[in-house]
């Protein structure tokens, strides 16, 4: 008899060892502040509030001296691992951390994604249950896409125009059997594939995944002007919190 969605419980991987070299910030990004709270207090925040996820598993970098400092290092729903080069390294420590036997499923989220909304994490996990296969957070592309080149003086010119129907944008988080991805990112890394989300792993090992389209407001943290834009999303996500709540409370 399938188990109810309210009966499981989630761990959610989250790769927070990055440098953050585009933001050319004088720390790792996930430690910049928005509204007096680090990215990643935001992120991780955000992902307990969500009734099914009882754990974080926190993936970070050996030279990191900020969590030791931080409000973090003191909750007892938080499991700290050593990050590694890439992210997928980052992940697959975090997934080794986990008994796949008491978690058959399992969540992978960036650090650096702190807007994730909990109605998008509710339909990843409902939509990958209900269908018994991994699945990740997307948004339909919008643009008109090209496929650049670089000319002999480093020039981008349009090398041609990319088909948009069904171009997706992979966000977190992603949602996978512990064991089948384990599996999976193991083998893309022993036939020295590149990985650089879940996915791809997944794909690596003949698997599907569903795409679950979600909001745009999930933006990865990567650049500086990604920082004033996170700020507004998320303080606009509190007020609407807030106004739900109120009116609750009044009905
Ligand atoms: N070796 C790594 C590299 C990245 N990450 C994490 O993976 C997420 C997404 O990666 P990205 O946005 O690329 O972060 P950085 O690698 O820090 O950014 P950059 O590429 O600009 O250095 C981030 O939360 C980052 O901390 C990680 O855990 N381990
Ligand atoms: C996993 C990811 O968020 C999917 O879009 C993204 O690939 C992570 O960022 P990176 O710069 O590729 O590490």
Known sequence: MAQKLSEHSFIVVVPAAGVGKRMKANCPKQYLTINGKSILAHTVDRLLSHPLIEKVI????????????????????II???GGKERVDSVLNGLR?????????V????????????????????????????????TPVRDTMKRGKKDNKNISTVDSTVEREQLWHALTPQLYKTEQ????????????????DE???IEQAGLMSLLISASHENIKITHPDDLVLAEFILN????????????????
């Open 58 to 77: 926190l993936s970070l970098g050996e030279d990191d001296q900020y969590f030791a400092e931080s409000e973090l290092a003191q909750r007892d729903d």
């Open 80 to 82: 700290r691992v050593d």
């Open 97 to 105: 951390a986990i008994n796949a036997g008491e978690h058959p499923w």
């Open 107 to 138: 969540l992978v989220h960036d650090a650096a994604r702190p807007c994730v909304q909990l109605s998008d994490i509710d339909r990843l996990i409902s939509q990958c249950i209900e269908n018994d296969s991994g699945g990740l957070l997307a």
């Open 181 to 196: 991805l384990v599996n999976a990112i193991e083998s893309a890394l022993a036939k020295k594939i590149a990985i650089t």
């Open 199 to 201: 996915s791809s792993a």
């Open 236 to 251: 606009k996500q509190k007020s609407q919190t807030m106004i739900t709540q109120q009116y609750k409370e009044q009905s």
